[in-house]
T-cell receptor, first 115, second 111 residues
C-alpha cells in the first residue's frame, strides 16, 4: 500500500543534542509537510515543501530546519532541542498546495522525548 | 481564517449512530468543510469534505446546513475503532490553504 512512513516512531535525545527525524512516502506527492503536536494539543504546521521549494511558517522557531533531498524523503532537523520541543512530530503529504479540496496523508508520527 | 467550534468531547455506544457537530458561523462562500480524525497514537486521517451538498463516503456522511454555518459528521454505526479526536477544518485555498487544526471533539465509544 502507498503510504507515509516515519522513522523512528520514538526518539529520545538530550537537551541541546541535535536530532534528525525522517519521513518517506511512496505516494509520489509533490508536497510534504511537518507538523508539531504537543501533548493534548492540535497539530501545528511547521513548514512544507512544494517539490524543492521550502516554505516556513512565520512562527516556526529557527531551531527547526528541514531538508528534502528527493521526492520521496524529507527530514526534520532540530539543531538544539529544548525541553519544550518534546512532542509528536507528524509528516504529511499531498498532491498539491493550496487547493481547497486536496487531502493530506499523514504518517504515524515520531514521538520525541528530550531529557 | 474562519474558525470552527466543536464540543470538547462526546460519548457514544457501540453500533449506534453518532452525530458530531461543528459550528462555523463566519464561513465564506468558497470555504470547503473538511473532517479529519486522529486515533490514539496515530497521525490524523482524512474522513470527508464538502462545500454545500451533503456528502457520503465509506467512512461517514457529512450534512451541511443550508446556510453553511454549521455541519454535522455522521458515523452511521460507531465501532470501538472510531474512538478518536475529530477535527472540523475550513479550507479556503491559496496561500491560506493550510490545514489549521482546532481543538476537535474527542469521541469515546462504549461497548
Amino acid at each position: 500500500d502507498a503510504m507515509v512512513i516515519q522513522n523512528p516512531r520514538y526518539q529520545v535525545t538530550q537537551f541541546g543534542k541535535p536530532v534528525t527525524l525522517s519521513c518517506s512516502q511512496t505516494l509520489n506527492h509533490n508536497v510534504m509537510y511537518w507538523y508539531q503536536q504537543k501533548s493534548s494539543q492540535a497539530p501545528k504546521l511547521l513548514f512544507h515543501y512544494y517539490d524543492k521549494d521550502f516554505n516556513n511558517e512565520a512562527d516556526t522557531p529557527d531551531n527547526f530546519q528541514s531538508r528534502r533531498p528527493n521526492t520521496s524523503f524529507c527530514f526534520l532537523d532540530i539543531r538544539s532541542p529544548g525541553l519544550g520541543d518534546a512532542a509528536m512530530y507528524l509528516c504529511a503529504t499531498s498532491t498539491a498546495w493550496g487547493y481547497r479540496t486536496d487531502t493530506q496523508y499523514f504518517g504515524p508520527g515520531t514521538r520525541l522525548t528530550v531529557l | 481564517d474562519a474558525k470552527t467550534t466543536q464540543p470538547n468531547s462526546m460519548e457514544s455506544n457501540e453500533e449506534e449512530p453518532v452525530h458530531l457537530p461543528c459550528n462555523h458561523s463566519t464561513i465564506s462562500g468558497t470555504d470547503y468543510i473538511h473532517w479529519y480524525r486522529q486515533l490514539p497514537s496515530q497521525g490524523p486521517e482524512y474522513v470527508i469534505h464538502g462545500l454545500t451538498s451533503n456528502v457520503n463516503n465509506r467512512m461517514a456522511s457529512l450534512a451541511i446546513a443550508e446556510d453553511r454555518k454549521s455541519s454535522t459528521l455522521i458515523l452511521h454505526r460507531a465501532t470501538l475503532r472510531d474512538a478518536a479526536v475529530y477535527y472540523c477544518i475550513l479550507r479556503d485555498g491559496g496561500s491560506q490553504g493550510n490545514l489549521i487544526f482546532g481543538k476537535g471533539t474527542k469521541l469515546s465509544v462504549k461497548p
